[in-house]
T-cell receptor, first 113, second 111 residues
Framework: SQQGEEDPQALSIQEGENATMNCSYK?????LQWYRQNSGRGLVHLIL?????REKHSGRLRVTLDTSKKSSSLLITASRAADTASYFC?????????????FGTGTRLLVSP | DSGVTQTPKHLITATGQRVTLRCSPR?????VYWYQQSLDQGLQFLIQ???????AKGNILERFSAQQFPDLHSELNLSSLELGDSALYFC??????????FGEGSRLTVL
């Protein structure tokens, strides 16, 4: 079963606009990661945020983490058509003692030129 | 290129058959993860190995088994295949905690 649930399930925007995706999870975590998947391809790691961090940036990506609400958001600024993909959050639950990543349901992002 | 190699890329077989999916992790990575991705179930964690030993089990069916060999490559065996086993099977590797590197997947079609 999924640990994380992404919202929205699908998002359609124009190039240049910002895209925000949200992830909610159920248990305490060590870290939360975001991955991107182009259609039918392997997932690619975007960013990792640890449970003691609140915000992290990488290029046009900004990730926030609110452990009190068990939620995270991924913001892609100035989106491009090449950003069209599915985006997944993945959580590493705290009780396992080692990394076991469980992925959410994903957000399908479509960026139109 | 993630450095993780999965074979075969595509596989078509019949119900009741058995298949083996192979994964070569990135050089130096000790952990191998297997995931199943289908339209209705999303991306499901199956099993994880670390340096040859099973470390964590997820939603892996009893008809499925896996192992990691001394050279760190891993195989996922799927037997008594059913139509519902049709999916993309991903292998990922990592050194320790943190970023997973995914292969391009093996697409299994069961007819």
């Amino acid at each position: 079963s999924q640990q994380g649930e992404e919202d929205p399930q699908a998002l359609s925007i124009q190039e240049g606009e910002n895209a925000t995706m949200n992830c909610s999870y159920k248990t305490s975590i060590n870290n939360l990661q975001w991955y991107r998947q182009n259609s039918g391809r392997g997932l690619v790691h975007l960013i990792l945020i640890r449970s003691n961090e609140r915000e992290k940036h990488s290029g046009r990506l900004r990730v926030t983490l609110d452990t009190s609400k068990k939620s995270s958001s991924l913001l892609i600024t100035a989106s491009r058509a090449a950003d069209t993909a599915s985006y997944f959050c993945a959580t590493d639950a705290k009780d396992t003692g080692f990394q076991k990543l469980v992925f959410g349901t994903g957000t399908r992002l479509l960026v139109s030129p | 290129d993630s450095g993780v190699t999965q074979t075969p890329k595509h596989l078509i077989t019949a119900t009741g058959q058995r298949v083996t999916l192979r994964c070569s992790p990135r050089s130096g990575d000790l952990s191998v993860y297997w995931y199943q991705q289908s339209l209705d179930q999303g991306l499901q964690f199956l099993i994880q190995y670390y340096n040859g030993e099973e470390r964590a089990k997820g939603n892996i069916l009893e008809r499925f088994s896996a192992q990691q060999f001394p050279d760190l490559h891993s195989e996922l065996n799927l037997s008594s295949l059913e139509l519902g086993d049709s999916a993309l099977y991903f292998c990922a590797s990592s050194l320790e905690e943190g970023e997973l590197f995914f292969g391009e997947g093996s697409r299994l079609t069961v007819l």
